[in-house]
């Protein structure tokens, strides 16, 4: 049977089953900014649905389905086939065809059942309950769903382009069609959000022509890209693959933005996240660094200015989370936004540098200058609960995330007997973070805003950290750092990946980092496929426990990037390639998580259940894993390169990537 169906035009979404249907609740329906607008949408042959003979997506946004009776058994000829294409652009335009192969008429019922829960996305992986009500008009070969709660409404407009029966909840069209005649309909989906129609932008057989919200086209965006040439097979695809996932996820969630930027994953995700966002642009900044640059402007521009418990908000603090349905816009849900993400303030400050390295932009740098004082003053003020010299956070919020780290989990803060950590949590890798973020803001405050007194303070700061967390971190008799520092200051003695992006900071000591990457790589914390979020030898560890056991992509990333940093580069390319070649095991396309399960003489990794795919960290792990096998990097508005690239890659070359503004090429 063919796969599901996923159309994608940003926060605009189509998922339905193979047939094009909308069978089941959860994560299926026609979603428009955080709102399910179609809940029901089944085509029904004389009764039936159709058997589906093939079924496709053509490109991201747009899909066929060809079928025909369920009636025509295997081995007979089917006398009637059925065609379903659909565009999804602002709305959804689709297109129903049935042909009549035969040399006699024939009489032919086409259905089409409708219906919505105008279900928010935090209600729909549940069943929605409404506190609004839900009406229906029907009109001359249209309807229109609504959803009205107070002053907040919400509306779906289906209309039909040929004449049927319509009730409330079917359109039905009663077909006598001749010998070798065919008919077809255009259907329109037009999400209302208040006042606002939001029409569909495609047209019948628009396939190869979308108009998407966004600066580029998706032929436009390949064009623009750097080329990559290799005899590696599954690199080749898979680099394109990603690229195509990158170019789907792009959306603009404020006005006015410069470009676009990644949403961070379907289903639930399709929108602007601090930590994700910030982490997908950092990968794919030597290849598109105009992504990296509209994820600061957005973020800046949401950047907090009061103290709010009931969002996790404090001055100068990152968002972690943006929403805009119904339940967020009610002040049911605090994420609009909302900042409960203790590690996006210093991640922030990390991408503007490193943006800045690659794309020599001077003059955004000055600009977002108020934006990066106000989030230092955040890391050394309202980031520090009690004074340490640590960041900690406790949720505030009785809707917040209970842990504020990557490892977001209620679960994942955990001892090696498999015993909860209790808060406030100092976390490592947010550590290491807040010691490259004022490191890396020295630099901008020396070169750019001329203030020398700030810089010598960060550095001074971050020297004193470093020794600090070396002493207060590392556990001697276990070979590796703690999780984390619970609220009375105990070691969390879990050996997890965290310690990977303590190398990619820079803080680790030099004496130990060979430790660490040792460690990382033993069997019971390396997969095969990649290195595994827990210890096997942990309490808490399980192979598809979110984040105690499972294998993430942009972990594995930034943990190559951090050993190539301290000189490991045998062990950095040994888990980009894993990374690569987990990605062909997935049809080239890295789903946000899968499970930790050993790699054996089956060679097939475990797809985590729910995982978000395509997801935009994960999409954009491979072009960070490009980065470490060719060792990319740039000092001083020039390209460095330290190729270390495995035998069975051959030669990896790219062509157009982007260096201050000019395309330089690589080869290794």
């Not at 949401?302 to 002040?331: F, N, S, W």
Request: with cysteine; proline share 5%; aromatic share 8%.
């Amino acid at each position: 049977m063919p796969s599901d169906l996923a159309l994608i035009d940003g926060s605009t979404y189509f998922l339905s089953t193979a047939s094009g249907d909308i069978e089941v609740k959860g994560a299926e329906g026609f979603f428009h900014m955080d709102m399910r607008h179609l809940s029901v949408w089944s085509l029904r042959i004389d009764g039936e649905p159709m058997r589906v003979l093939a079924s496709s997506e053509v490109d991201y946004y747009s899909a066929r389905v060809v079928g025909t009776l369920a009636s025509a058994g295997p081995g007979t000829n089917p006398p009637v086939s059925i065609t379903r294409s659909r565009f999804v652009a602002g709305g959804v335009h689709e297109d129903v065809r049935v042909e009549n192969h035969s040399d006699e008429s024939r009489q032919v019922t086409v259905e089409l059942t409708f219906g919505s829960d105008f279900g928010d996305i935090f209600e729909c992986r549940t069943s929605p309950t409404k506190k609004g009500e839900i009406s229906l008009e029907l009109g001359e070969g249209e309807v229109t769903l609504r959803y009205r709660r107070g002053d907040y409404s919400r509306g779906t407009r289906i209309a039909f382009s040929e004449p049927c029966a319509l009730t409330r909840h079917r359109a039905t069209f009663d077909l006598t069609l001749g010998p070798r005649e065919s008919w077809g309909t255009c259907i329109d989906v037009t999400p209302i959000v208040g006042d606002e129609e939001h029409r569909p932008r495609q047209a019948c057989d628009s396939f190869g022509e979308a108009t998407p919200d966004v600066p580029l086209s998706l032929e436009e965006w390949l064009e623009e890209l750097p080329k990559l040439e290799t005899g590696w097979d599954v690199l080749e695809h898979t680099y394109g693959q990603s690229l195509v996932d990158l170019a789907s996820l792009r959306f603009r969630p404020l006005e006015g933005l410069s470009f676009s930027l990644p949403a961070a994953g379907l289903p639930w995700f399709m929108t602007l996240f601090g930590r994700d966002s910030i982490v997908a642009a950092f990968e794919t900044l030597p290849f598109e660094p105009r992504l990296a640059r509209t994820t600061l402007e957005a973020l800046s521009r949401l950047q907090a200015t009061e103290d709010d418990p009931y969002r996790d908000a404090e001055p100068g603090k990152i968002m972690h989370e943006l929403r805009v349905g119904e339940l967020v816009t009610l002040g049911d849900k605090p994420h609009n936004p909302y900042y409960g993400s203790h590690d996006a303030t210093p991640l922030f400050l990390i991408l503007l540098d490193e943006y800045e390295r690659w794309s020599g932009d001077a003059d955004f740098v000055r600009e977002l200058e108020p934006t990066c004082r106000a989030a230092i003053e955040w890391i050394e003020r309202h980031g520090d609960l009690d004074g340490d010299g640590y960041l900690e956070y406790r949720r505030r919020s009785e809707d917040g995330l209970g842990n504020q780290c990557w490892k977001d989990s209620d679960n994942s803060i955990v001892f090696a007997d498999g015993s909860l950590a209790e808060g406030p949590l100092a976390v490592c890798e947010v550590q290491g973070y807040a010691y490259d973020a004022r490191l890396r803001t020295a630099r901008l405050a020396r070169a750019f805003w001329g203030d020398e007194a700030l810089a010598e303070r960060l550095e001074a700061d971050a020297a004193r950290l470093r020794e600090r967390f070396n002493a207060d971190f590392w556990i001697e008799e276990r070979g590796h750092y703690a999780l984390a520092l619970d609220g009375e200051k105990r070691r969390v003695d879990s050996c997890t990946s965290n310690p990977g992006r303590l190398l990619w900071s820079g803080i680790v000591d030099e004496e130990r980092a060979a430790r660490v990457a040792e460690r990382l790589l033993r069997p019971d914390m390396f997969s095969g496929y990649g290195v595994r979020t827990m210890s096997t030898e942990d309490a808490a560890y399980n192979p598809i426990e979110y984040h105690n056991g499972t294998v993430w992509p942009h972990d594995n990333a930034i943990i190559a990037e951090g050993l190539r940093r301290y000189g490991f580069r045998d062990e950095a390319s040994k888990l980009a390639v894993a990374l690569v070649e987990a990605a062909g095991k997935f049809d080239h396309r890295l789903p946000e998580v899968f499970a930790g399960t050993a790699r054996d003489e089956a060679d097939l990794p475990v797809e985590y259940p729910t995982a978000s795919s395509p997801q935009a960290w994960a999409a954009a792990a491979p072009l960070s894993a490009l980065r470490t096998l060719l060792g990319l990097d740039v000092e001083d508005g020039q390209l460095t390169t330290s190729p270390h690239v495995p035998e069975q890659a051959g030669t990896i070359g790219l062509r157009g990537l982007r260096v201050h503004g000019e395309r330089v090429d690589v080869e290794g």
